[in-house]
């Protein structure tokens, strides 16, 4: 049988090493590898087209994600920007609403400019989903949880949706991560990470994912990957590969946490709505509990019911939460999506989605739940009585 992800997260791609019987693979900095004969190839040749600690991390990726293939990339817009390279002049992309920033600028600014076209869709009403949908549509791409507005999109809909009309639906899992949720065992056909967060899990490296269960998917993707050159290097590898032993435990634990400061947050009077598909309030509840496997995520978004100014204050005075854009990281942060990680989106764009300058969106830690209460109630409140 197949083993548990937390079994495979230290074993898959961690055998030991053949020369000395190391636990830990070492760390191997060649950009190139000495051939057997002119025109005869070894296992590797030259690092942007392989290298034993990426190759490692992949196959622990594959695994996490009941993927077949895994590909590392520099960063996430790395991996998402690979991905898009499959489509040609005149292709179309359907987009989420609810979906990074930078993949929304990556899309609507750099993409597009060879000619492939983008339309924004919402993903949580599947006939508008479908609906934004033409005869050059390739490649759906979705995020659930949504950023950051904490959406739950039914991912085995959406494939059966992407494929009825020929494309393909790629997932971006950074949230969820493949602890609670494996979009390629739901249909989708490309799973994207931005390793940098949850992978990673230290605020310390750079990377970025994609994973696929078919051959002759992967081998486009790396023929992409090898021209263009967007590899994951050797020290984010080993970094992140550290990181993946111990994802479930951080994602479990964190999840626990963001749950509890929902319902804290929740039943707060200075605060008038909480984001958390956690919550039973929340529209995306039920088909959460059915897709993600035990636990709702470290991510949630809120708003004050006070001023925007009293927004920015309450996010510029917390202590433990630090203010940064990224997440997924040990260390809890808080931002304002609408001037930080949702910034690139026009404002219209921004507006139309629900995107809010009140909103506030919290990356909880592994600091003391408690801690982290205290911490956000005060803020809220210093900022509440100073009215
Ligand atoms: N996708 C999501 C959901 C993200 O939060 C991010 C980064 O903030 C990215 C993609 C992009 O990843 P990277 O910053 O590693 O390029």
């Given at each position: ?14 055998e030991k090493d ?151 639906l790629a997932v ?150 630090q203010l940064a ?63």
């Amino acid at each position: 049988s197949v083993m548990h992800i937390r079994t495979r997260a230290v074993h898959v791609g961690n055998e030991k090493d053949p020369a000395t019987g190391a636990v830990v693979p070492p760390i191997h900095v060649a950009s190139t590898f000495v051939q057997p004969a002119a025109g005869e190839w070894g296992e590797f040749d030259y690092a942007r087209s392989g290298s034993p600690n990426r190759c490692a991390l992949q196959s622990t990726i594959a695994s996490l994600e009941s993927g077949t293939h895994a590909l590392a990339y520099a960063t996430g817009m790395a991996a998402t920007h690979g991905a898009t390279m499959l489509l040609n002049a005149g292709d179309h992309i359907v987009a989420g609403s609810d979906i990074y920033g930078g993949t929304y600028r990556l899309l609507h600014k750099i993409v597009d400019r060879s000619g492939v076209r983008v339309s924004l869709s919402q993903t949580v009403d599947l006939d508008a989903f479908e609906a934004a949908f033409t005869d050059q549509t390739k490649l759906a791409w979705i995020e659930s949880p949504g950023n950051p507005l904490m959406t739950i999109t039914d991912i085995a809909a959406c494939a059966e949706i992407a494929h009825k009309h020929g494309a393909l639906l790629a997932v971006d899992n950074t949230f969820a991560t493949p602890v609670l949720t494996r979009p390629l065992e739901l249909g989708a056909d490309i799973v994207m990470h931005s390793a940098t967060k949850y992978l990673g899990g230290h605020s310390d490296a750079l990377g970025g994912i994609l994973v696929v269960s078919d051959r002759e998917l992967y081998d486009e993707l790396y023929f992409v990957q090898n021209a263009t050159g967007a590899v994951m290097g050797t020290f984010s590898t080993f970094l992140i590969a550290r990181g993946i032993k111990t994802l479930e435990l951080r994602v479990r634990e964190q999840s626990r946490s963001a749950l509890f400061l929902a319902h804290q947050l929740s039943q707060h009077p200075s605060v008038s709505r909480v984001l958390y598909p956690g919550l039973e309030s929340h529209p995306g509840h039920e088909l959460a509990t059915r897709q993600m496997d035990g636990a709702y995520g470290a991510m949630l978004s809120f708003e004050l019911s006070g001023s925007y100014q009293d927004t920015q204050q309450v996010a510029q005075s917390t202590r433990l939460f630090q203010l940064a854009v990224s997440l997924g990281a040990v260390e809890s942060l808080i931002e304002q999506p609408a001037s930080m990680s949702h910034a690139s989106y026009d404002a219209a764009d921004r507006q139309r989605h629900g995107i809010v300058d009140g909103l506030i969106r919290l990356s909880v830690g592994l600091e003391h739940p408690d801690d982290l209460w205290e911490d956000l109630r005060q803020a809220i409140e210093a900022v509440a009585e100073s009215c």
